[in-house]
């Protein structure tokens, strides 16, 4: 099974294996063309890959802040995730930049992103990020968990990604493993 971010030269084209856009159909990953015919995005100057979105943030929010875990309402419009309703925990991404209500907000999924604010936006305010540990949607608003409530009636269990650093985490939404 090929990794996220896996590329591969077929017929002289490139591709990159990639999870599902957050508002795609399935939940297996697929090999996308890395570079269109003409050169255009998803592809930003350079050469990289583009994983990044954008959507406003609804009204009534509180200021979403850059490494914060969100969903889209039925309006397209970004919210804080949470674990406590399957609705809430359709995890899009992690934000990248910080927006009020009715401002964009930038996010991203299936990548590798420095969280600058760890005390912040980790459930339990740590001072860094543990190598080599999951992280799952907290049941607080928009932050990541280590430990996801597993006793709470309604509570879903969904795993956003893996520190790979003290400051780094590979952002990669997985399916609901367990509604409580």
Same mark, same amino acid.
């Given at each position: 099974?090929?990794?996220?971010?896996?590329?591969?030269?077929?017929?002289?084209?490139?591709?990159?294996?990639?999870?599902?856009?957050?508002?795609?159909?399935?939940?297996?990953?697929?090999?996308?063309?890395?570079?269109?015919?003409?050169?255009?995005?998803?592809?930003?100057?350079?050469?990289? &890959?583009?994983?990044?979105?954008?959507?406003? =943030?609804?009204? !009534?929010?509180?200021?979403? @802040?850059? *490494?914060?875990?969100? +969903? $889209?309402?039925?309006?397209?419009?970004?919210?804080?995730?949470?674990?406590?309703?399957?609705?809430?925990?359709?995890?899009?991404?992690?934000?990248?930049?910080?927006?009020?209500?009715?401002?964009?907000?930038?996010?991203?999924?299936?990548?590798?992103? &420095?969280?600058?604010?760890?005390?912040?936006? =980790?459930?339990? !305010?740590?001072?860094?990020? @543990?190598? *080599?540990?999951?992280? +799952? $949607?907290?049941?607080?608003?928009?932050?990541?968990?280590?430990?996801?409530?597993?006793?709470?009636?309604?509570?879903?269990?969904?795993?956003?990604?893996?520190?790979?650093?003290?400051?780094?985490?590979?952002?990669?939404?997985?399916?609901?493993?367990?509604?409580?």
């Amino acid at each position: 099974m090929p990794n996220v971010g896996d590329t591969k030269a077929r017929f002289g084209r490139q591709y990159i294996y990639l999870n599902p856009a957050p508002n795609g159909t399935g939940t297996i990953g697929e090999w996308r063309l890395r570079i269109d015919d003409n050169g255009q995005p998803p592809i930003r100057s350079g050469g990289t &890959t583009n994983l990044g979105y954008q959507a406003t =943030v609804a009204a !009534g929010q509180p200021t979403i @802040v850059a *490494g914060n875990l969100i +969903y $889209l309402d039925s309006a397209g419009e970004a919210k804080l995730a949470d674990a406590s309703t399957i609705a809430e925990s359709v995890v899009v991404g992690m934000t990248t930049t910080q927006a009020s209500a009715g401002a964009l907000v930038e996010f991203t999924r299936n990548e590798i992103k &420095t969280i600058f604010n760890v005390s912040t936006v =980790v459930e339990g !305010g740590p001072s860094a990020l @543990v190598p *080599g540990t999951v992280y +799952y $949607l907290s049941t607080v608003a928009g932050k990541w968990t280590t430990t996801p409530n597993t006793t709470t009636a309604g509570s879903v269990i969904r795993s956003c990604g893996t520190a790979v650093d003290t400051d780094k985490m590979s952002i990669e939404i997985q399916i609901v493993t367990s509604a409580i």
